[in-house]
């Protein structure tokens, strides 16, 4: 069996409540990117624009396939870190050097294809990966916020955490904190499977059986 073939869309939108659209896409045959600025902060468009246009450089499709690459996964793993932590002093180094950018910060989520089965996949914050796969829905990224640690902490149900007054509170994010820690895995993908990369404008609003839903009945990226 040959490569999989990979087909991809993305858009955003501001939204009823935001004057700013705060998220920013871009990607290409191999990497594919979402930032969302993180809203009531200063230039969280600006954040989330350099954020992106910083990985989309620093992640290189000839590196990743290298063989020394494809036959270990920490190693690129390893790189893809390392890539995360150029953007993030990037965008701190930013906001250090402009008044009206301090305090500045944005999500992050990233998915590159290492041919010919092996996804991987990285965020900070709380922008997430899904894999939707023969009827099943799996978060594939990990929530870098306070509810988010105290429900795999078994501190707060699931219930209670879409209730709790920090729900929104990132305990992690781009451009923020010298020190970052993203969460990096890798999955090997079949044909017919789909990645879905999305904000807490999507996650936040719809519940798993509704995104399952939208692209259990949609045929084409775009579509959905």
């Not at 955003?12 to 920013?24: A, C, H, I, M, Q």
């Not at 600025?37 to 450089?57: F, K, Q, W, Y």
């Not at 992050?108 to 290492?114: D, E, G, N, W």
């Amino acid at each position: 069996m040959g490569e999989i073939q990979i087909h991809s869309y993305g858009c955003t939108d501001s939204g009823k409540y935001r004057l700013v659209n705060e998220d920013y896409i871009n990607m290409n045959e191999f990497l594919f990117v979402l930032a969302d600025g993180m809203g009531g902060h200063n230039a969280g468009d600006i954040a989330s624009n350099l954020a992106v246009e910083t990985i989309m450089r620093e992640i290189d499709y000839n590196i990743i396939n290298k063989e020394e690459f494809t036959k270990n996964n920490t190693q690129i793993e390893r790189y893809i870190q390392e890539a995360i932590q150029k953007t993030n002093d990037t965008v701190l180094e930013e906001s250090r050097q402009h008044v009206a950018y301090q305090g500045m910060g944005t999500t992050l989520v990233l998915a590159t294809y290492q041919p010919p089965y092996t996804i991987h996949i990285a965020n900070i914050g709380d922008s997430r990966g899904y894999l939707y796969r023969k009827d099943r829905l799996t978060q594939l990224t990990q929530d870098h916020s306070v509810t988010a640690k105290l429900l795999r902490n078994g501190t707060i149900t699931k219930t209670e955490a879409n209730k709790h007054p920090y729900r929104h509170h990132l305990s992690q994010s781009i451009g923020t904190s010298e020190t970052i820690h993203p969460y990096i895995d890798s999955i090997i993908i079949q044909e017919g499977d789909s990645l879905l990369l999305c904000s807490d404008g999507l996650w936040n609003v719809l519940s798993d059986d509704e995104i399952k839903k939208t692209l259990q009945t949609k045929k084409s990226p775009k579509m959905i």
